[in-house]
């Protein structure tokens, strides 16, 4: 089964910093492409940062370019993303997802962990 289990989220001043990790189990993990999505209260659903299987290319939202970075370590099957200089807009329900290989591959989602960037 697949399953992407994400934490790291929670409460943080505007400047500070935040890792969040998604832990992958029930695939192969380093062949899927992955990537990051946040959602606030009121808002769409956006795609905050990508990465594929290899790392070799990642693309970034403007809103967190410079600030945020993902990263991903296949021998643990996870993927993480950075975030630095924290804004209180950058409060959202933050998701992993990731994409299967091949014409019939799917996506797949975690459940989501909160980032609250607040004084």
């Known amino acids: 089964q697949v399953q992407l289990a994400e934490s790291g989220g929670g409460l943080v001043q505007p400047g500070g910093s935040l890792r969040l990790s998604c832990a992958a189990s029930g695939f192969t993990f380093s062949i899927y492409a992955a990537s990051w999505y946040r959602q606030a209260p009121g808002k769409e659903r956006e795609l905050v940062a990508s990465?594929?299987?290899?790392?070799?290319?990642?693309n970034y939202a403007d809103s967190v370019k410079g600030r945020f970075t993902i990263s991903r370590d296949n021998a643990k099957n996870t993927v993480y993303l950075q975030m630095n200089s924290l804004r209180p807009e950058d409060t959202a329900v933050y998701y992993c997802?990731?994409?299967?290989?091949?014409?019939?591959?799917?996506?797949?989602w975690g459940q989501g962990t909160q980032v609250t960037v607040s004084s």
């Open positions: 997802k990731v994409d299967q290989p091949g014409r019939w591959g799917r996506d797949y």
């Open positions: 990465i594929t299987s290899a790392g070799g290319s990642i």
